[in-house]
């Protein structure tokens, strides 16, 4: 077990080769409310307890998302505010913002699109399988089916879609050699989401599907935020959040998913056994516990505070760390066990609940589902090929590539 003087989460080389399991169950059993140094910062809280994560978040007031944003950097007020989506505001700016497309994402709303996934889905994998018995899963299906459900829900024409993928990775992946070639070694760009020059990429996407609604109104999304008045800095961090947020945590959940099932076959062969809607339901949710594909989101104390008996200044960043919260023996029977069925499953990877919990929770689980709904009947056999590739991050908990080996049915 590694020591509490040896943890350091600021470090995105300690979540390369996995995540540091070890080291979160350290922190919940030695020191929840844990004060972590940064060589190039402040230094931050990292709260690591279910129930201590659950608090944070349910006092907005308390912890601000407003007054630093959600990311760990520590920035100018300028560029919070440059920087500044929904996720960065606390009520009521961030109702308000919420409330313009909160409408389409309500269960009933999200239902609608079921038979449309399943479409998509089957197409992509048949374009998967056309590539031979050897694929990359992440390439292949794990980005491609929420992308494309998330193209079809914005309206982004089929040509242009694999270029929303290239430039997520590029803004997402900042902290990783492979996408971080082209991000400046300095303050340049400090005032975009991420820090990142790929930003202005995604801004000047979602501007021309804006100029596109302009010209020819539709029931959607994009039209719904055209026609909002936001101002044009407003639209584009607004566009930046769908296009990260319903592309990127599902794919690396649905990414994770096949990995656990391929490491635990015994699962694999329950869902063959069992293939019951009710189990590809628990399954898609014991997925997003076990992958967690955002690790953390910051607070700042917007207060003096106390929380599990630990002072915290008004000023001090706390951040609150999901990917431990769960995996918390105290909320979860054998949390290290991947269990498909898992019933109760009181999972926080789409947040604990509160104002900020996920927009699309409800569209992410349907198409989780999904994807192993129709994939494993399709296939008598499939495993890894080569090695796993994980994106360096203490962000995202993401997969790059996963090449597989599959013998249709």
């Given at each position: 077990?590694?020591?509490?003087?040896?943890?350091?989460?600021?470090?995105?080389?300690?979540?390369?080769?996995r995540?540091?399991?070890?080291?979160?169950?350290?922190?919940r059993?030695?020191d929840?409310?844990?004060?972590?140094?940064e060589?190039?910062?402040?230094g931050?809280?990292?709260?690591?307890?279910?129930?201590?994560?659950r608090?944070?978040?349910?006092?907005?007031?308390?912890?601000s998302?407003?007054?630093?944003g959600?990311?760990?950097?520590?920035?100018?007020?300028?560029h919070v505010?440059?920087?500044?989506?929904?996720?960065?505001?606390d009520?009521?700016?961030?109702?308000?913002?919420?409330?313009?497309?909160?409408?389409?994402?309500?269960?009933?709303?999200?239902q609608?699109?079921?038979?449309?996934v399943r479409?998509?889905?089957?197409?992509?994998?048949?374009?998967?399988?056309?590539?031979?018995?050897?694929?990359?899963f992440?390439?292949?299906?794990s980005?491609?089916?929420?992308?494309?459900?998330?193209?079809?829900?914005?309206?982004?024409?089929?040509?242009?879609r694999?270029?929303?993928i290239?430039?997520?990775?590029?803004?997402?992946?900042?902290?990783?050699?492979?996408?971080a070639?082209?991000v400046p070694?300095?303050?340049?760009?400090?005032?975009?989401?991420?820090?990142?020059?790929a930003?202005?990429?995604?801004?000047?996407?979602?501007?021309?599907l804006?100029?596109?609604?302009?010209?020819?109104?539709?029931?959607d999304?994009?039209?719904?935020?055209?026609?909002?008045?936001l101002?044009?800095?407003e639209?584009?961090?607004?566009?930046?959040?769908?296009?990260?947020?319903?592309?990127?945590t599902?794919?690396?959940?649905?990414?994770h998913g096949?990995?656990?099932?391929?490491q635990?076959?015994?699962?694999?062969?329950?869902?063959?056994?069992?293939?019951s809607?009710?189990?590809?339901?628990?399954m898609?949710d014991?997925?997003?516990?076990?992958?967690?594909?955002?690790h953390?989101?910051?607070r700042?104390?917007?207060?003096?505070?106390?929380?599990?008996?630990?002072?915290?200044k008004?000023?001090d960043?706390v951040?609150t760390?999901?990917?431990?919260?769960?995996?918390?023996?105290?909320?979860?029977d054998?949390p290290?066990?991947?269990?498909v069925?898992?019933?109760?499953?009181r999972?926080?990877?789409?947040?604990?609940?509160?104002?900020?919990?996920?927009?699309?929770?409800?569209?992410?689980k349907?198409?989780?589902?999904?994807?192993?709904?129709e994939l494993?009947?399709?296939?008598?056999?499939?495993?890894?090929?080569?090695?796993?590739e994980?994106?360096?991050?203490?962000?995202?908990?993401?997969?790059?590539r996963?090449?597989v080996?599959?013998?249709?049915?």
């Open positions: 077990m590694p020591t509490l003087e040896k943890i350091d989460l600021a470090d995105h080389d300690l979540f390369v080769d995540v540091p399991y070890e080291a979160f169950a350290t922190l059993r030695e929840p409310v844990h004060w972590n140094p060589a190039e910062g402040t931050f809280w990292a709260v690591t307890r279910y129930e201590d994560i608090e944070v978040h349910r006092q907005p007031e308390v912890f998302s407003e007054i630093g959600t990311s760990l950097e520590d920035l100018e007020p300028e505010e440059s920087r500044k989506s929904m996720i960065d505001m009520p009521p700016r961030h109702d308000v913002l919420r409330g313009l497309i909160n409408r389409r994402f309500t269960p009933r709303a999200v609608v699109w079921n038979e449309q479409r998509v889905t089957n197409e992509v994998i048949d374009a998967a399988f056309a590539q031979g018995p050897e694929f990359d992440v390439r292949e299906i980005s491609e089916v929420p992308m494309q459900v998330f193209a079809e829900i914005l309206g982004v024409p089929q040509s242009e694999r270029e929303i290239e430039i997520g990775d590029r803004l997402l992946g900042n902290a990783d050699p492979e996408f070639s082209g070694d300095d303050d340049s760009h400090r005032h975009l989401p991420f820090s990142s020059p930003a202005l990429e995604m801004f000047a996407f979602g501007r021309r804006a100029d596109a609604r302009r010209a020819d109104p539709r029931d999304i994009i039209t719904q935020l055209v026609e909002a008045n101002t044009q800095q639209f584009d961090v607004y566009f930046v959040l769908l296009a990260t947020a319903g592309n990127e599902t794919r690396h959940t649905i990414s096949l990995d656990a099932l391929l635990h076959p015994e699962q694999l062969e329950r869902l063959r056994r069992e293939p809607p009710e189990l590809f339901r628990t898609a014991e997925m997003l516990r076990w992958a967690t594909p955002v953390h989101f910051r700042t104390a917007a207060v003096d505070t106390e929380l599990a008996g630990t002072a915290i008004a000023g960043k951040t760390w999901f990917v431990s919260g769960n995996r918390d023996e105290a909320v979860f054998d290290e066990t991947f269990d069925g898992r019933t109760p499953n999972h926080m990877a789409f947040g604990p609940g509160g104002v900020h919990h996920c927009l699309g929770s409800h569209l992410a349907m198409e989780i589902g999904i994807v192993f709904e494993l009947p399709r296939v008598a056999s499939i495993e890894h090929s080569g090695p796993v994980r994106l360096r991050s203490n962000f995202f908990n993401g997969i790059k996963m090449p080996r599959v013998v249709p049915a």
